[in-house]
């Protein structure tokens, strides 16, 4: 077994600042963003590649869940594929004092997969709250639009929906070797 | 796609067991058993209904940079400037929308000060101003499409 050790794993410490556990969290990230080996023990296998014990993988990989630096592990369906062929930037002009609030309840819709706050640029765009809509047709996404401008009632000032009409890239997040 | 693909897309967005034989595991609560749960996602990826399986990840939250961008490309140019703006590998995805700001594209460096020449470089190269829109806030990530 390889001498490594992850000294942060016992204690309560910072681990973020352990170079040990900087190092090993990097080439575990570089291992896995592709995707998560199709292994019966896909951590062993992990393990093996990165010269360090499967507890040492397993142990990393739970502290990057609890710290929030992985969202969640699992299948990311492909939404066209599977007949969300719409999909509309819903973007919205709500007062400054109104807009936490308002992103936390359209947040909580099932049909918005992303929702934020984001700068204006006045005056060419007064938009600061996006969410991101889906649905299986156009119609069906602007239904849903304006089910949410009628949920924010007054506090919108404008809002438009911008479809998309072509991918012109999509290679997900990488960070370099 | 039949019962057990539409059970594995609708229950294993997320929850995937950190373990020995975590595929076991779960198979165990999409009462299938270890090996055709590992052939079922593979197929899934193969034929492009999964775009991945395994951790996703938060990037700021990792020490990156991301940010959504957006710009008003003149008709004319469209093509041409999709293609400047694909060719830096910080681009991760970009889409032609309905709108004056018709292309929109996400950043991701592994630093915030690499954003920012990225941006600027992306800039001298179409002569367009890019439009930086950094969320402020976040108030939900997640899509729980079900199938």
Redesign the interface.
């Given at each position: 077994m390889s001498g490594l050790t992850c000294r942060c794993s016992m204690s309560e410490a910072d681990t973020s600042q352990d170079p040990t556990c900087a190092d090993l969290d990097r080439r575990l990230?570089l291992a896995?963003?592709?995707?998560?080996p199709?292994?019966?023990?896909?951590?062993?296998w992990l393990a093996t590649e990165l010269c360090v014990t499967?507890e040492q993988v397993?142990e990393r990989?739970?502290t990057?869940?609890e710290?929030?630096?992985?969202?969640?592990?699992?299948?990311?369906?492909?939404?066209y594929?599977?007949?969300?062929v719409a999909n509309g930037?819903s973007v919205w002009d709500v007062p400054d004092e109104d807009?936490?609030e308002a992103?936390?309840q359209?947040?909580?819709l099932?049909i918005?997969?992303?929702?934020?706050?984001?700068?204006r640029?006045l005056p060419?765009?007064p938009y600061n709250l996006?969410a991101m809509v889906?649905g299986h047709s156009r119609t069906e996404v602007m239904d849903k639009v304006a089910d949410v401008a009628q949920m924010l009632g007054e506090r919108v000032r404008a809002h438009?929906i911008?479809?998309?009409?072509?991918?012109?890239?999509?290679?997900?997040?990488?960070?370099?070797g | 796609m039949d019962e057990l693909d539409r059970h594995?897309?609708n229950d294993?967005?997320?929850?995937?067991p950190?373990?020995?034989?975590?595929?076991?595991d779960a198979a165990a609560r999409l009462n299938t058993t270890?090996?055709e749960l590992?052939t079922r996602?593979?197929c899934?990826?193969d034929?492009?209904?999964?775009?991945?399986?395994?951790?996703?990840?938060?990037?700021e939250?990792?020490g990156?940079a991301?940010s959504?961008c957006?710009m008003?490309v003149p008709k004319e140019r469209f093509d041409e400037v999709?293609e400047q703006?694909?060719s830096f590998?910080e681009?991760?995805?970009?889409?032609?929308?309905?709108?004056a700001?018709n292309?929109?594209?996400v950043l991701?460096t592994?630093t915030a000060a690499q954003l920012e020449t990225v941006l600027g470089e992306i800039e001298a190269c179409t002569c367009i101003k890019v439009?930086?829109?950094?969320?402020?806030?976040?108030?939900?990530?997640?899509?729980?499409?079900q199938?």
């Open positions: 990230v896995t963003q592709a995707g998560l199709l292994h019966a023990r896909p951590y062993h499967p397993m990989i739970n990057m869940l710290d929030g630096r992985i969202r969640r592990i699992g299948v990311l369906p492909n939404h594929r599977l007949g969300y930037m807009v936490a992103g936390r359209v947040g909580k099932d918005v997969s992303h929702c934020y706050q984001r700068p640029y060419e765009w996006f889906h438009e911008l479809f998309s009409t072509r991918i012109l890239k999509k290679s997900g997040m990488r960070i370099g | 594995i897309i294993l967005q997320g929850g995937f950190v373990s020995e034989r975590p595929f076991l270890e090996s590992i996602i593979r899934m990826l034929d492009g209904l999964l775009t991945r399986f395994g951790p996703l990840f938060h990037a939250r990792m990156g991301l959504l957006a008003k999709a703006v694909n590998p681009v991760a995805h970009n889409y032609q929308r309905e709108h700001m292309m929109w594209f991701a592994e439009f930086n829109l950094p969320k402020e806030e976040e108030f939900y990530v997640g899509l729980n499409l199938v």
